[in-house]
């Protein structure tokens, strides 16, 4: 089965058309057609030749979310369960306030950090999502609402520092001007607190936003309330 293309990152786009023979500016092309365009095939990606799209379906595989189900409250917010290429399903929100849209993507489906008061914890971790799929949910949403994201928030299903890699190659692409063009520090990542995630972001060369959930301010309650957190200390 051919490697899924959106697990990549922006480095990994640029191996993946080196290695199709082609330059690397090509990458950047191939990002636009990927992120801003949403392409669900290489075949629309008409300003590649046709023998770099033909070597990329050979070697990669391509696809889009699907929205299975989509819920609107009275205050504009729409909540969406999306299934992705292996049939596993996650949550995303979009939150339109004045000219802002902020959408809310999970980094995980399910959540190993089992937080007594959230449902996702309760069903353990199922896997982690690939840059692409937590893009993916952004720009969906965003089409879906007819607006751009101005903002983007890792506050969905799953553990974002759980899942490190993967969350910095889809702020990245969120960032990027050939993907969705978000400004850094329109671009936050919610932690149950995982310290070395915290210490780790806080070296980014980007200006990405951090927000801890404390849930208490006495350790005690936040250990009962979180147990995930005790094996991460
Ligand atoms: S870290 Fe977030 S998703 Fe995971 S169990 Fe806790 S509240 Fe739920």
């Given at each position: 089965?051919?490697?899924?293309?959106?697990?990549?990152?922006?480095?990994?786009?640029?191996?993946?058309?080196?290695?199709?023979?082609?330059?690397?500016?090509?990458?950047a092309?191939?990002?636009?057609?990927?992120?801003?365009?949403?392409?669900?095939?290489?075949?629309e990606?008409?300003?590649?030749?046709?023998?770099?799209?033909?070597?990329?379906?050979?070697?990669?595989?391509?696809?889009?979310?699907?929205?299975?189900?989509?819920?609107?409250?009275?205050?504009?917010?729409?909540?969406?369960?999306?299934?992705?290429?292996?049939?596993?399903?996650?949550?995303?929100?979009?939150?339109?306030?004045?000219?802002?849209?902020?959408?809310?993507?999970?980094?995980?489906?399910?959540?190993?950090?089992?937080?007594?008061?959230?449902?996702?914890?309760?069903?353990?971790?199922?896997?982690?999502?690939?840059?692409?799929?937590?893009?993916?949910?952004?720009?969906?949403?965003?089409?879906?609402?007819?607006?751009?994201?101005?903002?983007?928030?890792?506050?969905?299903?799953?553990e974002?520092?759980?899942?490190?890699?993967?969350?910095?190659?889809?702020?990245?692409?969120?960032?990027?001007?050939?993907?969705?063009?978000?400004?850094?520090?329109?671009?936050?990542?919610?932690?149950?607190?995982?310290?070395?995630?915290?210490?780790?972001?806080?070296?980014?060369?980007e200006?990405f936003?951090?927000?801890?959930?404390?849930?208490?301010?006495?350790?005690?309650?936040?250990?009962?309330?979180?147990?995930?957190?005790?094996?991460?200390?």
């Amino acid at each position: 089965m051919p490697a899924d293309i959106k697990a990549l990152d922006r480095d990994g786009l640029r191996a993946a058309v080196a290695d199709a023979g082609e330059r690397a500016y090509r990458a950047a092309q191939l990002e636009r057609w990927l992120y801003a365009r949403a392409a669900s095939s290489f075949d629309e990606m008409t300003d590649l030749s046709a023998a770099l799209r033909a070597r990329l379906a050979e070697r990669w595989a391509l696809s889009v979310p699907v929205v299975e189900a989509r819920l609107d409250s009275a205050d504009g917010t729409r909540k969406y369960l999306l299934r992705l290429r292996d049939g596993v399903t996650v949550e995303a929100v979009g939150l339109p306030e004045g000219k802002r849209l902020t959408v809310c993507f999970s980094t995980q489906a399910g959540c190993a950090m089992r937080c007594a008061f959230c449902a996702t914890g309760a069903s353990g971790l199922v896997r982690d999502l690939t840059c692409g799929e937590m893009v993916d949910q952004v720009a969906i949403v965003a089409r879906d609402l007819g607006r751009r994201a101005t903002n983007a928030v890792a506050m969905g299903q799953g553990e974002p520092f759980a899942n490190y890699d993967a969350v910095l190659a889809a702020l990245r692409f969120m960032n990027s001007a050939d993907g969705l063009g978000i400004g850094a520090r329109h671009l936050t990542v919610s932690t149950s607190g995982l310290p070395a995630g915290i210490r780790r972001f806080s070296e980014e060369p980007e200006q990405f936003t951090l927000a801890v959930s404390l849930h208490s301010a006495v350790q005690a309650t936040r250990d009962g309330l979180m147990p995930g957190l005790r094996r991460a200390r």
